[in-house]
């Protein structure tokens, strides 16, 4: 059974800068296309970014412009989402979701998915 799991969440200012990692288990990993995505209070789940296989190539919601890098190291067995400049909107439940296949930015493609992480922008 493959599982991901999330992990380097916290409380963090604004402005600040925080990396989420998301390792996984069951499965080669370089089978596997990674996204992440959040969920904060009140409002729908949204895709934040998304990587494929490889690493080579990977996409991002356009209301995060420049502010998010997603990454990943396929011999850690990890992907990375690296934010910057973060704002108290950013607060949310982060969620890495995986699936078998090539990278999809649509939530609904994704079947693997972890527990969460939550990040908290607050002063």
């Known amino acids: 059974q493959v599982q991901v799991v999330e992990s380097g969440g916290g409380l963090v200012q604004p402005g600040g800068s925080l990396r989420l990692s998301c390792t996984a288990s069951g499965a080669r990993f370089d089978t596997l296309s990674v996204g992440w995505f959040r969920q904060a209070p009140g409002k729908e789940r949204e895709g934040v970014a998304y990587?494929?296989?490889?690493?080579?190539?990977?996409a991002y919601s356009p209301s995060l412009p420049g502010r998010f890098t997603i990454s990943r190291d396929n011999v850690k067995k990890a992907v990375y989402l690296q934010m910057n400049s973060l704002e108290p909107e950013d607060t949310a439940m982060y969620y890495c979701?995986?699936?078998?296949?090539?990278?999809?930015?649509?939530?609904?493609?994704?079947?693997?998915w972890g527990q969460g992480t939550q990040v908290t922008v607050s002063s």
């Open positions: 979701a995986a699936r078998i296949g090539s990278m999809s930015t649509k939530q609904y493609d994704y079947d693997i």
């Open positions: 990587i494929t296989r490889t690493g080579t190539s990977a």
